[in-house]
């Protein structure tokens, strides 16, 4: 090798990054001791900006492209150098390349819950995780505040920051945002947006942003669970009164298919029997009381005759049924008047029951209220 190829090895003639992992922000370009070469090209890909830095003091920095590096386009770490009149010569300076685009694998999540105050189940403790992508849009600010001579600034050595940094913002937006608890899962999205301005926002002393932000679950302790899924029974339930109805069915035709005998088969037909009659009572609209027993040598009266059964609407829930004598008592406690809905069979819709004379004695049998002493 001649002199002029040793001259030559020790100049380098490409600056260049070819990124071959998935989680690097921050690569120093390595020189072992070889000095740049003034007029050497600089090649910044996509996703990248190369930053210059002379004696731990940030000089010139290029966005993505192909330059030759001169004086000319080097005129912060000319100054540094006290270059004058174009001289050209080697320099050894530090090459940083930043990678500025999206990192969306990173992750987070609530080691501790989140305690926040719900309008419905009160004081409740959350647990959320999800994702987050991260880029950096200021590579000068990045390596003064958190890079300094680190070669290889990897996402793991920021992660754990950024994490404890949502954590701490979390709690904050949940509390802010107005939703219920049993709303959260339609309103995540809207949260997560919220939460990528803010954390953007404080993270812009140090370069960083936050363009996308990922609410995937919310979870709340088990005994908050068993209560939603009490209210969730009691809704699929329904109508309570059908639901009775359906019940006492079943269990009546449990009891027919019984095959057993002696005490369990009378029990059975005991118990089936006392269903049925509960069956009957309910689907025929009675008043759910049993008639006296008539005692043994009289004579048994004739059955009384069918009575009209009468509902009635008492703050948005159906009351009844009630004959007459059950009207006139729901008069006497105040609950009937003549602006009451009620309703009856054979009736299209419910109607005051002012306005229908058959009601008129019922209501006219409470006395009206004593005159002022």
Request: aromatic share 8%; net charge negative; charged share 20%.
């Amino acid at each position: 090798m001649g002199l002029m190829d040793k001259l030559r090895g020790e100049f380098v003639d490409i600056v260049e990054w070819l990124d071959d992992s998935r989680d690097t922000i921050v690569w120093r370009f390595p020189r072992y001791q070889n000095e740049i070469k003034m007029g050497a090209q600089l090649v910044v890909r996509e996703s990248q900006t190369a930053v210059f830095v002379n004696e731990g003091q940030i000089a010139d920095a290029f966005p993505p492209g192909t330059y030759t590096l001169e004086t000319r386009n080097l005129p912060i770490l000319s100054t540094l150098k006290g270059w004058k009149y174009g001289f050209n010569s080697p320099f050894k300076a530090e090459v940083y390349f930043v990678n500025t685009r999206q990192f969306t694998d990173m992750k987070w999540g609530t080691q501790n819950p989140v305690i926040l105050r719900d309008a419905e189940f009160g004081v409740v403790r959350l647990r959320a995780f999800g994702a987050y992508a991260a880029r950096v849009v200021d590579a000068q600010q990045l390596l003064r505040e958190l890079v300094g001579t680190d070669p290889q600034f990897r996402t793991e050595e920021v992660q754990e920051y950024l994490r404890q940094l949502i954590v701490g913002r979390l709690g904050g937006a949940l509390a802010t945002a107005g939703v219920p608890l049993l709303d959260l899962a339609a309103h995540q999205d809207a949260i997560g947006r919220r939460l990528a301005a803010v954390l953007t926002e404080e993270l812009a002393e140090v370069g960083i942003a936050i363009p996308k932000f990922v609410i995937e679950n919310v979870s709340v302790p088990p005994e908050v669970e068993r209560a939603l899924d009490k209210r969730t029974g009691m809704g699929a339930v329904g109508d309570l009164d059908r639901f009775t109805r359906y019940q006492a069915a079943t269990a009546l035709e449990d009891a027919a298919k019984n095959p057993g005998g002696g005490a369990g088969a009378g029990l059975g037909l005991g118990m089936g029997m006392a269903v049925g009659q509960q069956v009957a009572r309910s689907m025929s609209g009675g008043a759910g009381t049993q008639p006296a027993p008539v005692p043994p040598g009289t004579a048994e009266p004739p059955p009384l005759p069918n009575q009209t059964q009468w509902y009635i609407g008492v703050a948005g829930q159906r009351q009844g049924p009630f004959d007459l004598g059950g009207l006139a008592e729901q008069v006497g406690a105040g609950t009937l008047g003549p602006d009451t809905l009620v309703w009856r069979a054979g009736m299209a819709q419910w109607q005051p029951a002012g306005q229908l004379p058959e009601l008129a004695s019922v209501l006219a049998s409470v006395p009206p209220p004593l005159p002022p002493q």
